[in-house]
């Protein structure tokens, strides 16, 4: 195509249909917004996903060692405090040894040896019993009641009947002037000294202190007994026990280290019997028949945690397990799990041990990482929010407004005007809209002057093909014919006049 040609083309008055101002592509705006936007919040959400991920996969690890680590202190605390209380035994009949020994107390006089007895007893509040079994039979005891008061027992055995009479005094010091109480009673079934097996105990080892723990017949609780044999010119005399309730063992486990997660703490000894328990009444027998109470096994707790302990250690598996280490239950009813810890105390052949519900545990974490969760999800929308305000009126509206002034200036509808805001600002977009207000500025005058010489040019195109017609017209024949014939006419015309 010619140049002549293209000139011909060239509408320069346009349609008015295609002046009219079209507002920018909707697509392209969304498309905008939508990328700022996603840019955002993929950048908010990684932001809070590195903080959340990190603290849950911290949280997962660090419970197994939240587990031992609780455990090392409540196996820590147990272990004092029984040492503490086997020490005091162990004073209390080094004591009573030396006082027999060297003859300071008459042991064979009723009330010498009952007030010594009270004495040492009100002396050491961790005392249930201080008692003496004669080897003929009888026996005398200092007890300590629950509720603070003193008791003396004295039981005289008769060999002949296989009876014995028992004599309690009941000390209420809790009164404000003490009382005395004085019972006696036949005792049933009788009791003879050299049968309890505390006595036995110290019987076979003579001279040397042995610990037992058996039901105490008196309260129906179970007791820990420091006995050691006493004899005189190589004969026995008798056996001396100083007697700490259990019980006080099970109430510092309950106030110096209870659980506040819903687990239970308990001692037990290598035949998995109940000494000590966070749950008192699993110390108590669940039945008894006259002498024949026994202390109560894991597999006979009413506590459902503690029969979980013994579910856990009826398992081969948990025959592998090392003490001090946690290990995890899984019951196979109700798919429960529970965290489970045995450690060895180092005295006797005891064993505190600990077990909590995992959702004691991964409750607190759950509550702490749904708390985190929300707290991220209203950071993320607040601050997504935030951002996609500002970047809409800090990047997207200039952006789309100077795109709307491109689209503006295509359809020759640009005005000056509508980037006088944005021409004024100093940043990157001020100078992009002052650029562009001169860039247009220039393009229209071009196009005016575009315009100017396209008209000029068109009517130098006309001129040229008037005369290109008028010289194809004299050239043909027809012209020729004719020319010549005018000139023949003038020319006669000529002739004619006088």
């Known amino acids: 195509m010619t140049i002549l040609d293209q000139a011909e083309s060239y509408d320069p008055m346009p349609d008015r249909a295609s002046?009219?101002?079209?507002?920018?592509?909707?697509?392209?705006?969304?498309?905008?917004?939508?990328?700022?936007?996603?840019?955002?919040l993929v950048t908010v959400t990684l932001t809070a996903a590195i903080v959340y991920i990190p603290w849950a996969i911290a949280s997962r690890r660090n419970l197994k060692t939240m587990v031992a680590k609780n455990n090392e202190e409540i196996v820590l605390g147990a272990s004092h405090e029984v040492k503490r209380l086997l020490g005091s035994a162990r004073a209390a009949n080094s004591l009573i040894q030396k006082s027999f020994s060297h003859e300071l107390i008459d042991f064979e006089d009723p009330q010498a040896s009952e007030s010594f007895f009270l004495n040492?007893?009100?002396?050491?509040?961790?005392?249930?019993?201080?008692?003496?079994?004669?080897?003929?039979?009888?026996?005398?005891g200092a007890q300590r009641l629950y509720d603070g008061n003193l008791r003396t027992h004295f039981r005289d055995w008769d060999e002949?009947?296989?009876?014995?009479?028992?004599?309690?005094?009941?000390?209420?010091?809790?009164?404000?002037?003490?009382k005395i109480f004085e019972t006696s009673q036949p005792m049933e079934p009788a009791f003879y000294a050299p049968d309890r097996p505390w006595y036995k105990a110290a019987v076979e080892n003579l001279g040397e202190q042995v610990w037992s723990v058996y039901i105490y017949r008196s309260t129906l609780r179970p007791g820990l007994d420091a006995t050691v044999s006493l004899s005189r010119n190589n004969e026995l005399f008798g056996v001396v026990g100083v007697g700490i309730g259990l019980e006080q063992l099970s109430q510092f486990l309950r106030k110096e280290l209870s659980i506040q997660s819903g687990g239970e703490i308990f001692i037990i000894n290598s035949n998995r019997e109940i000494l000590a328990s966070t749950d008192v009444t699993e110390i108590h027998p669940k039945s008894f028949d006259g002498d024949n109470v026994e202390l109560k096994l894991l597999?006979?707790?009413?506590?459902?945690?503690?029969?979980?302990?013994?579910?856990?250690?009826?398992?081969?598996?948990?025959?592998?397990?090392?003490?001090?280490?946690?290990?995890?239950?899984?019951?196979?009813?109700?798919?429960?799990?529970?965290?489970?810890?045995?450690?060895?105390?180092?005295?006797?052949d005891w064993m505190v041990g600990t077990v909590v519900p995992t959702d004691a545990y991964l409750g607190k974490i759950q509550r702490g990482r749904q708390i985190l969760l929300i707290v991220n999800i209203f950071f993320i929308l607040v601050t997504a929010g935030l951002a996609v305000f500002l970047s809409d009126r800090l990047i997207a509206k200039p952006i789309l407004t100077v795109a709307q002034a491109a689209s503006d200036l295509e359809s020759e509808t640009f005005e000056v005007q509508g980037l006088t805001k944005l021409s004024i600002r100093n940043d990157e977009f001020g100078q992009l809209a002052r650029v562009f207000q001169k860039m247009a500025q220039q393009v229209a005058a071009r196009q005016q002057q575009l315009k100017r010489q396209v008209t000029a040019l068109k009517i130098e195109i006309d001129d040229v093909k008037q005369q290109q017609q008028v010289k194809k017209i004299v050239e043909t024949d027809f012209f020729q014919d004719l020319t010549a014939k005018a000139k023949t006419l003038r020319q006669r015309n000529t002739d004619r006049k006088p």
Do not use: C
């Not at 002046?19 to 990328?35: N, R, V």
């Not at 002949?160 to 003490?178: G, H, L, M, R």
């Open 19 to 40: 002046q009219t101002k079209k507002p920018l592509d909707f697509q392209k705006t969304l498309g905008i917004k939508a990328s700022l936007v996603g840019a955002v």
């Open 160 to 178: 002949e009947t296989q009876t014995t009479q028992k004599n309690v005094k009941t000390y209420v010091t809790s009164a404000p002037d003490s």
């Open 120 to 140: 040492l007893l009100e002396s050491n509040p961790d005392f249930t019993w201080i008692q003496l079994g004669f080897e003929k039979g009888d026996f005398l």
């Open 299 to 348: 597999s006979e707790a009413d506590n459902p945690l503690l029969r979980q302990v013994d579910d856990a250690l009826s398992h081969p598996e948990s025959n592998e397990m090392l003490l001090s280490d946690s290990f995890l239950h899984t019951d196979n009813e109700s798919r429960q799990s529970y965290y489970i810890s045995l450690s060895d105390l180092g005295y006797l």
